[in-house]
């Protein structure tokens, strides 16, 4: 696995170039090497999600849950943000990314008022 992604990676990155230079778009190509390298940075958050015990799926959905709600979507609200503002100013449609932004931060937002209840 440590050889064989990167290896993978590489050569969509490689057709990536050669589309490139053909006139057609590389997205397909660049898109999936970024998931072909986030491969192994999942499988190691994942495993250190692990506790090991009787109810280890049960802890590593907990955590998965916990950082979605407490990193990832953050994160996904501030780009929709600025998503919005890059689309409010040539006149685009820009309202459902701010609803989106808000779904984002009150997922979090209940996540942390949950804990905090808990």
């Known amino acids: 696995m440590a050889r064989l992604v990167p290896t ?19 997205l397909k190509s660049v898109l999936t090497a970024m998931f072909l390298l986030a491969i192994p ?3 190691s958050l ?8 009787e109810l280890a799926l049960a ?3 907990d955590s998965l849950w916990n950082y ?4 990832i979507m953050p994160i996904a609200a501030a780009l929709a943000i600025i998503g919005a503002i890059l689309n409010f100013a040539p006149a685009r449609p820009w309202l459902r990314l701010v609803a989106c932004s808000m779904a984002f931060l009150t997922v979090s937002a209940l996540w942390q008022l949950v804990v905090a209840m808990m």
């Open 8 to 26: 993978l990676a590489a050569c969509f990155v490689i057709r990536a170039v050669l589309d490139a230079a053909e006139g057609n778009t590389p």
């Open 41 to 43: 940075t999942t499988l």
């Open 46 to 53: 994942m495993s250190g999600f692990n506790s090991g015990g």
């Open 59 to 61: 802890d590593v959905l």
């Open 68 to 71: 979605l709600a407490g990193r």
